[in-house]
T-cell receptor, first 115, second 113 residues
């Protein structure tokens, strides 16, 4: 399968600062990308997604940037809060021939917010 | 509210025992997935099913079995053949045909005692 990698396994930021979590992907046929947040002992929760025909998408305090030239994805969190502390996964979707959607997940980045 | 429910939240297994983890969804999703997550690691695909009465092996299917008798349900059995079953198990579901994200359950933590 395709690998989705993260540049940094851990990230610590001061409360109120902006956070940037990076992700590299390797399959140019990937058509859809998602960021998930996973708090300890819980299932991953959807944060934001972006399709391959877009470069940027904004949500509430979060922005995802997609650079298809270098196959790079980033998640920006504005004014990071203690509640943002979690593991963040990026995932790429490669629609296989059978039509099923299959997401490939990175190993995750642990974000720690320092009060 | 629509969602995906995993039970139990915590499960303890004795050596040589089979245990079954439940996953139910009322989202009318076609596809369902089981992942295993070890501490500090990412998600590894165990099995997935796109349609009732059909399922496919993922990357780490050995020692696990599944069934898909109903669209809403995709139980996972951890058999005695799985030598290191202690992990966090996640079930997910999605629609088919359009690239879309997965909805995850809250997970089951399985511990061998």
């Amino acid at each position: 399968g395709e690998s989705v990698g993260l540049h940094l396994p851990t990230l610590s930021v001061q409360e109120g600062d902006n956070s940037i979590i990076n992700c590299a992907y390797s399959n140019s046929a990937s058509d859809y990308f998602i960021w998930y947040k996973q708090e300890s002992g819980k299932g991953p929760q959807f944060i934001i997604d972006i399709r391959s025909n877009m470069d940027k998408r904004q949500g509430q305090r979060v922005t995802v940037l997609l650079n298809k030239t270098v196959k790079h994805l980033s998640l920006q969190i504005a004014a990071t809060q203690p509640g943002d502390s979690a593991v963040y996964f990026c995932a790429e979707n490669i629609a296989i021939q059978t039509g099923a959607n299959n997401l490939f997940f990175g190993t995750g980045t642990r974000l720690t917010v320092i009060p | 509210d629509g969602g995906i429910t995993q039970s139990p939240k915590y499960l303890f297994r004795k050596e040589g025992q089979n245990v079954t983890l439940s996953c139910e969804q009322n989202l009318n999703h076609d596809a369902m997935y089981w992942y295993r997550q070890d501490p500090g690691q990412g998600l590894r695909l165990i099995y997935y099913s796109q349609i009732v009465n059909d399922f496919q092996k993922g990357d780490i299917a050995e020692g696990y079995s599944v069934s898909r008798e109903k669209k809403e349900s995709f139980p996972l059995t951890v058999t005695s053949a799985q030598k290191n079953p202690t992990a966090f198990y996640l079930c997910a579901s999605t629609t088919i045909g359009v690239s879309y994200g997965y909805t995850f359950g809250s997970g089951t933590r399985l511990t061998v005692v």
